[in-house]
């Protein structure tokens, strides 16, 4: 692993094209209700504050996607989740409003009544192209006849995986760990640990490249809400290999830390530890998370807690990914 100064990480990101919509930096405070006098400090970055399109962790990630995308001459984009998912709301809007034509491909029955983020999608006025199907290949395939019907009317087409989670995606996430180290200064506290949810791998990753750079010296602790704990390191890993090779950076395995603790029964499917989170969050934070990805984070941050993993005299920043437009489901 190199270690290198701070500044790298930015000037190691200069070369790539950036859009800037993001209100960035976010805010980060001290979540005062799970602090208790002597024991750990837990502090919150509030990437659901992100801002453009609602916000949450996409933006960050559309920031260098949809650069890319414009610097290689595309004017459509395409877009592959779920109904209800967060990254095709937040790149609706942003290739909407960069002027490009967008094309979601959302599996799940089509609903009759819109809700959440499919709400929005449909008040974007982007095409939703439906498939009454939960599997990620079915809507893979769908995307790819869609693509090639867009080339033949003479269309140029940026296709983004599920969640954005490429190299390039994943630059957000290496900025993100810069940001966080400025956050550092100026509260005059050194972090160390980093927990967030993690399921298409391109936060984490982005992440672990960033702290490869910079040599910070925490642990990042992606909170798995999909998959089982190997398989999520071993996403993450590899994303990180290839986000690293952009940056010509090398990132150690060990430093990949997955905890699927909080995963229940799988993705989407909430868990009482999970409604327990959410609802502190909201009524002792005023805070609004979702039950499919920051609410099981949370509850592994309150587990953690409980049983006094961290040391006393832990800084632990909880990373508020967004999401929360769910509980408008
Ligand atoms: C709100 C929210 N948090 C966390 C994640 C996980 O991020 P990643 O897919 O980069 O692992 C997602 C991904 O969809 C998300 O929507």
């Not at 270690?3 to 209100?23: K, M, T, W, Y």
């Amino acid at each position: 692993m190199r270690n290198v100064s701070r500044p790298s990480i930015r000037q190691g990101l200069q070369r790539f094209p950036r859009q800037a919509r993001s209100l960035l930096p976010t805010p980060v405070h001290r979540l005062d209700f799970l602090c208790r006098p002597g024991g750990p400090q837990v502090w919150c970055k509030r990437d659901d504050l992100t801002g453009f399109g609602f916000g949450g962790n996409k933006t960050r990630k559309l920031d260098f996607l949809i650069a890319e995308a414009l610097a290689r001459g595309c004017d459509t984009l395409i877009a592959i989740g779920a109904n209800q998912s967060n990254f095709c709301r937040v790149a609706a809007a942003y290739g909407t409003a960069s002027g490009m034509q967008v094309h979601l491909v959302l599996g799940g029955k089509k609903p009759r009544t819109p809700t959440g983020n499919l709400r929005l999608d449909h008040l974007l006025g982007v095409t939703c192209h439906h498939v009454a199907s939960r599997d990620w290949d079915d809507w893979a395939a769908t995307a790819i006849a869609v693509e090639a019907r867009l080339h033949d009317q003479g269309r140029n087409v940026y296709r983004l995986p599920v969640g954005g989670s490429t190299p390039t995606g994943a630059l957000g996430y290496v900025e993100a760990l810069a940001e966080i180290l400025d956050d550092q200064k100026r509260l005059g506290v050194e972090f160390d640990a980093i927990l967030l949810a993690s399921s298409s791998a391109g936060t984490q990753a982005g992440l672990v490249v960033g702290q490869a750079m910079s040599g910070w010296r925490g642990r990042i602790v992606g909170m798995t809400v999909a998959k089982p704990g190997q398989q999520q390191a071993a996403d993450v890993c590899r994303l990180a290999t290839e986000t690293g090779r952009l940056l010509d950076v090398s990132v150690t395995k060990r430093r990949i830390i997955v905890d699927d603790s909080q995963l229940g029964p799988g993705y989407a499917v909430r868990t009482p530890q999970c409604i327990e989170a959410v609802h502190r969050f909201a009524r002792e934070g005023g805070i609004f998370l979702d039950y499919v990805y920051t609410g099981k984070a949370a509850a592994g941050l309150l587990d953690a807690l409980n049983r006094r993993r961290f040391r006393k005299t832990d800084n632990v920043l909880f990373l508020h990914t967004g999401g929360n437009l769910e509980l408008f489901e």
